[in-house]
């Protein structure tokens, strides 16, 4: 199971922390990662983390502002964001995957949280 947290309304140029907490699985045999989606739209990988901390970067837009990590030891992942843009505005989920690497591509992580809201508006 994952809960997603740390969502909520910010100005452009703004920053969250977004914190994901994992249940019922053990952290340290997983790939873990974010992506969000729009209602009605694609869902858009943005980072991955595998066990041994590489990041595989799925989005070039989010590139330099926001910044995978993992707690393994207290089964938590967290998704720093910087420098926040009125596109950013979606609903981020916490994904996973049984896996000691991060797949190519976002789909390839098979499960994923309910998501929390970021809304960045001035």
């Known amino acids: 199971q994952l809960v997603e947290s740390g969502g909520g309304f910010v100005q452009p140029e703004g920053s969250l922390r977004l914190s994901c907490a994992a249940s019922?699985?053990?952290?340290?045999?997983?790939?873990m990662g974010w992506f969000r989606q729009v209602p009605g739209k694609a869902r858009e990988g943005l980072l991955c983390?595998?066990?041994?901390?590489?990041?595989?970067n799925y989005a070039y837009s989010v590139k330099g502002r926001f910044t995978i990590s993992r707690d393994d030891a207290n089964s938590m992942l967290y998704l720093q964001m910087n420098n926040l843009t009125p596109e950013d505005t979606s609903i981020y989920h916490c994904?996973?995957?049984?896996?000691?690497?991060?797949?190519?591509?976002?789909?390839?992580?098979?499960?994923w949280g309910g998501g929390t809201l970021v809304s960045v508006s001035s």
């Open positions: 019922e699985f053990t952290l340290p045999k997983y790939a």
């Open positions: 994904t996973g995957a049984p896996s000691v690497r991060c797949p190519t591509s976002v789909y390839g992580l098979s499960f």
């Open positions: 983390m595998d066990s041994s901390g590489a990041t595989t």
